[in-house]
């Protein structure tokens, strides 16, 4: 049963991107340690399988990557402990090859900040935000920091120096804000079938994302937006009068803007050493980016 559920979401496809980024960087030093580094590629990419299984019991999610989440098909008690058990296989993953001291000690203090985010967010649900100040803050501990992790420690493995590792940190980080903005855009503006799991979600579950924030800033229809988000027992029809005004006030074009200046600073970020073969393979991934509608 436990592999059925592993094999099931990471066989349902997903982006990979944590483990391309790591791998990536680790080109950066000229080195192709590949066998020795899959193990450390596939801890991070576990990691955050094991993430989202047990995110889909706190959000009590029904679909994940297009497929029936865990927690839907074998109930919660399951689904938690599933994602225990892919979780300790990280720790084999990482305990079976030498990695610097640092990479271990950088990813205890990122599963540490994923789990303060979760709680943070979950004290905020329904919760109308001044500005975006803490919207920044969510995301880069949900997704940003990850991307970060995930770069600077394939730049970390191969010895690169700290200066070309603290540069592909904010190459990540960067990335992984263009990445969350773009996820809470595609809440807003996809469909269940183009996103792979239920559309507008964000909303229902009183996570209040960039999109909306600007439009509870900026439209004409703010009180009734906040009467909407602000209400755990919102109906479906409410729901969509709330994704109306948020798609009619602007606030996906802001939004969009962002994600093309963090784009545009993740691709500044890239050390001046990257050969230009590499250098390509990180612009095609900010691109794509910025492209990403699923
Ligand atoms: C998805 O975000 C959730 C995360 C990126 C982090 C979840 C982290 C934990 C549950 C704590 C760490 C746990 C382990 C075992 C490493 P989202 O809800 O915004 O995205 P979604 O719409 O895809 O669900
Ligand atoms: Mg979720």
């Excluded at 109308?128 to 995301?139: G, L, N, T, V």
């Amino acid at each position: 049963m436990l592999s059925d559920i592993g094999s099931r979401l990471i066989g349902a496809g997903g982006k990979r991107l944590r483990p391309a980024l790591f791998l990536l960087s680790a080109r950066l030093s000229g080195k192709d340690n590949y066998d020795d580094l899959v193990p450390l590629a596939a801890a991070l990419e576990i990691t955050h399988v094991a993430s989202l299984i047990h995110d889909d019991v706190i959000d009590n999610s029904g679909l994940r990557r297009g497929k029936e989440t865990a927690n839907a098909r074998f109930g919660n008690h399951v689904a938690v402990l599933a994602g225990d058990y892919l979780f300790a296989s990280v720790f084999g993953l990482i305990g079976d090859k030498e990695y610097p001291r640092e990479v271990g000690l950088k990813l205890a203090d990122l599963v540490k900040l994923l789990t303060v985010g979760e709680i943070q967010q979950d004290s905020s649900l329904y919760k109308i935000p001044e500005d975006a100040d803490e919207y920044y803050r969510q995301i880069e501990r949900k997704t940003a920091e990850f991307m970060a992790v995930c770069c600077e420690t394939g730049a970390m493995v191969e010895g690169v120096g700290p200066k070309m590792a603290r540069q592909m940190h904010d190459f990540g980080y960067n990335l992984g804000m263009a990445f969350q903005i773009t996820d809470d855009l595609l809440d807003i503006t996809g469909t269940d079938a183009s996103i792979g799991k239920p559309a507008g979600s964000d909303i229902r579950q009183g996570v209040i994302t960039l999109p909306v924030i600007y439009a509870l800033n900026n439209s004409s229809d703010r009180e009734k937006l906040t009467a909407i988000v602000s209400n755990p027992e919102m109906s479906e029809s409410e729901l969509a009068e709330a994704i109306t005004i948020v798609r009619e006030s602007g606030g996906v074009d802001f939004s969009r803007k962002k994600v093309q200046e963090f784009i545009r600073q993740a691709k500044a970020s890239i050390p001046e050493e990257c050969d230009s073969e590499l250098r390509k393979s990180f612009e095609s991934l900010a691109d794509y980016i910025l492209r990403r509608n699923f």
